[in-house]
């Protein structure tokens, strides 16, 4: 999810109703944004609906590593 700052409580919106779907409440969500969030919403959005939070800024290499990461972790990607 693309997250421009003005549509953050959409952004959030969205990821809680995918959440509460049978058929999307098993998606890995990464928010991908050029705003920096604070602590607080990194802790607060992980907890409740994201599985990531990513800067648009990331060196390419990291931004693959931790979609792999996310994938991973919810077992749509096999580790090698």
């Known amino acids: 999810v693309d997250v421009p700052i003005a549509r953050v409580h959409r952004s959030f919106t969205i ?3 995918m959440r509460q779907e049978e058929e999307t409440k098993n998606i890995p969500i990464i ?5 920096d ?3 607080e919403a ?3 959005a992980r907890e409740l609906y994201v599985n990531d939070q ?3 800024s990331i060196d390419l290499n ?4 931790r979609v792999e990461a996310v994938l991973k972790t919810a077992g749509i990607l ?3």
Do not use: M
């Not at 928010?31 to 705003?35: A, G, I, P, T």
């Not at 990291?62 to 590593?65: D, R």
């Open 62 to 65: 990291e931004f693959v590593l």
């Open 31 to 35: 928010f991908l944004s050029n705003e």
């Open 15 to 17: 990821a809680r109703a």
């Open 78 to 80: 096999k580790a090698p």
């Open 37 to 39: 969030f604070s602590i």
């Open 54 to 56: 990513i800067h648009k």
């Open 42 to 44: 990194k802790q607060w």
